[in-house]
């Protein structure tokens, strides 16, 4: 059973940038896991932020953020990173990683983290 722990979030001004951090333990991933981000602000359902496949490294992400976030993996540490750049304030949420089959649905992932928090004043 995989454990993911998200961590990097925190209070950043409009225009700056974050680096977010999803430590996976418990196993080690193999070819053909795919990790996703997700995002919830208050009140809100949880979208899909992007996805990478770990023996590619190949990424994927929605237009909302594209060009923006850019999604990484180090395959050493077991580790996926979502780099953010040019945050706006419409990018504050609860930020998640999960493991699953790559896709933008929720319900295809089945194990989550606890989340990090993540919020841009204007």
């Given at each position: 059973?995989?454990?993911?722990v998200?961590?990097?979030?925190?209070?950043?001004?409009?225009?700056?940038?974050?680096?977010?951090?999803?430590?996976?333990?418990g196993?080690?991933?193999?070819?053909?896991?795919?990790?996703?981000?997700f995002?919830?602000?208050?009140?809100?359902?949880?979208?899909?932020?992007?996805?990478?496949?770990w023996?590619?490294?190949?990424?994927?992400?929605?237009?909302?953020?594209?060009?923006?976030?850019?999604?990484?993996?180090?395959?050493?540490?077991?580790?996926?990173?979502?780099?953010?750049?040019?945050?706006?304030?419409?990018?504050?949420?609860?930020?998640?990683?999960?493991?699953?089959?790559?896709?933008?649905?929720?319900?295809?992932?089945?194990?989550?983290?606890?989340?990090?928090?993540?919020?841009?004043?204007?």
């Amino acid at each position: 059973q995989a454990q993911l722990v998200e961590s990097g979030g925190g209070l950043v001004q409009a225009g700056d940038s974050l680096r977010l951090s999803c430590a996976v333990s418990g196993r080690s991933l193999i070819q053909n896991d795919m990790v996703g981000w997700f995002r919830q602000p208050p009140g809100k359902e949880r979208t899909f932020v992007g996805a990478i496949d770990w023996d590619g490294g190949n990424a994927h992400s929605p237009d909302v953020v594209k060009g923006r976030f850019t999604i990484s993996r180090d395959n050493t540490k077991n580790t996926i990173y979502l780099q953010m750049n040019s945050l706006k304030p419409e990018d504050t949420a609860v930020y998640y990683c999960a493991l699953g089959l790559g896709t933008t649905r929720t319900s295809d992932y089945y194990s989550w983290g606890q989340g990090t928090q993540v919020t841009v004043s204007s």
